[in-house]
């Protein structure tokens, strides 16, 4: 009974391992169509797929179509114009026949009629702009507002960046986890079957026995916890690169990438660069472009010069005959048009003053945030330096601790030792397991962190 009883029980804990790694394989159609992705890569193949991406990226093509388009309001602009009137009373104006015939009286005066039934008018209108500084101005602001919109996508990639590098270091966390989980459900199962063999003796209490089964109850719950945060994270991977068949699409990562003391900056001081940071460069060129509107607005009250040029005919008749002979009178002129604008029916000092508010407020934005960053990066580096310290005591911890279990285990099998120490060994090693997998993910995340605030981001991709 004492064997069947064991052998059941391991045969039980050898089904569970097998369900969680089918579980694992079901992420692939076969080993061979695995394929390991470099942290670079899987954040290169994010922002190729990611359709907020695209749609940023379209954003900038259209602000720089809008750009070359206000371009075109130097070129000449030139018009076909063209009218057909009919005039069913035509217009009388009053003449001083006075002035022009002595017989009359010097203030006699005549109504007259002027024009005809019918009149068509056909010509080509030219404007040449020559100064128009509102123009230029229109031009500058589409340009920054460019710049804009490229921060603005540099900032989405910024995120989706910092998210892609999360899950791919949970991934490398997760499978040293496991790693650990079925140590220790090793351990734990072996201590198990110890303590079985003193129950059924008749030498343990079952209370003892239970303990240990809770301990190896709990050791394989963290292992299937593992596996399952496993999956999840890989599924999660997969939709962020834009991998279309997730569930028969997987991906083994580069373990080595949490290896690389290249990546261990706590020595780093903290360098803030404008450039590198997208927010913080996208609130400096929203302060320009309020700076910029107000000059803008400015620049509508400016005179305006341009070219002006017609070339056309008219025609007057007193009967529908388009064709007519010797009806047709050209008419032509070439000139400079000068205009100063002088009320526009706008408050022009209220909407400059808005404006320079405006200006202001995204400056004192950009400092507060500066300054939030500069904190953050601080921040980091010090619970970077804090958990590498704890993370070095914990593993000399956990190794001493694994080292008393194997003795607690030996002594129990001799009967050197109670049943209730060993137990609490082990409860002891799975707690202190935890936290040193929880430190360790803490570790990296800070590190992401310390990237992120100090505008060193990019260096996940551009390597």
Do not use: C
Not at 396 to 402: Q, R, V, W, Y
Request: proline share 2%; net charge positive; aromatic share 10%.
């Amino acid at each position: 009974m004492k064997n069947e009883f064991l052998y059941k029980n391991w045969f039980q804990l050898n089904v569970r391992w097998s369900i969680a790694f089918v579980l694992i394989m079901t992420m692939s159609v076969s080993a061979i169509a695995q394929k390991t992705l470099t942290l670079s890569q899987a954040i290169n193949s994010a922002f190729a797929n990611r359709k907020n991406i695209q749609a940023g990226k379209s954003d900038k093509v259209i602000r720089q179509l809008q750009t070359d388009a206000l371009y075109r309001k130097y070129w000449p602009q030139v018009s076909a114009e063209y009218t057909y009137l009919y005039n069913p009373i035509l217009q009388t104006s009053i003449l001083p026949i006075g002035v022009f015939n002595p017989a009359y009286p010097a203030d006699a005066t005549k109504s007259i009629q002027f024009g005809t039934k019918w009149s068509q008018t056909a010509g080509i209108t030219l404007n040449q702009p020559l100064i128009d500084v509102s123009i230029t101005r229109q031009i500058r602001e589409s340009k920054l507002q460019e710049r804009i919109a490229a921060a603005s996508q540099a900032q989405t990639e910024y995120e989706l960046a910092y998210t892609v590098a999360q899950v791919y270091m949970d991934i490398s966390l997760q499978e040293s986890k496991i790693k650990s989980a079925v140590a220790d459900t090793n351990r734990t199962w072996a201590s198990y079957q110890l303590l079985q063999n003193k129950f059924d003796q008749k030498r343990l209490l079952k209370s003892e026995l239970n303990k240990g089964r809770i301990n190896h109850n709990n050791a394989l719950q963290l292992y299937r916890n593992a596996i399952a945060q496993f999956i999840e994270d890989k599924v999660y991977l997969l939709f962020l690169i834009g991998e279309k068949d997730i569930e028969h699409s997987d991906i083994t990562i580069d373990t080595g990438f949490l290896k690389n003391e290249n990546l261990t900056i706590v020595n780093i001081q903290p360098v803030l660069t404008l450039s590198n940071i997208p927010e913080l460069q996208q609130l400096q060129l929203n302060a320009d472009m309020a700076a910029l509107q107000t000059k803008t607005e400015k620049a509508k009250y400016l005179p305006t010069l341009s070219l002006k040029g017609y070339l056309g005919a008219n025609q007057y008749t007193n009967n529908l005959d388009p064709i007519a002979a010797n009806t047709w009178f050209g008419l032509s002129y070439v000139g400079i048009d000068l205009k100063y604008p002088l009320l526009f029916g706008e408050d022009k000092k209220r909407k400059i003053q808005q404006l320079q508010i405006q200006s202001v407020q995204y400056f004192s934005q950009k400092e507060d945030r500066a300054a939030q960053y500069y904190k953050d990066a601080l921040t980091a580096k010090i619970k970077m330096e804090r958990t590498l310290s704890e993370l070095k005591m914990q593993e000399e911890n956990i190794a001493l601790s694994t080292e008393s279990v194997a003795i607690y285990q030996a002594r129990v099998s001799e009967g050197q030792e109670s049943a209730s120490t060993l137990n609490i060994e082990e409860a002891d090693l799975q707690k202190l397991d935890a936290v040193y997998q929880s430190n360790k993910r803490q570790y990296w995340l800070y590190f992401l962190d310390y990237l992120k605030a100090t505008g060193k981001l990019e260096i996940l991709w551009k390597q």
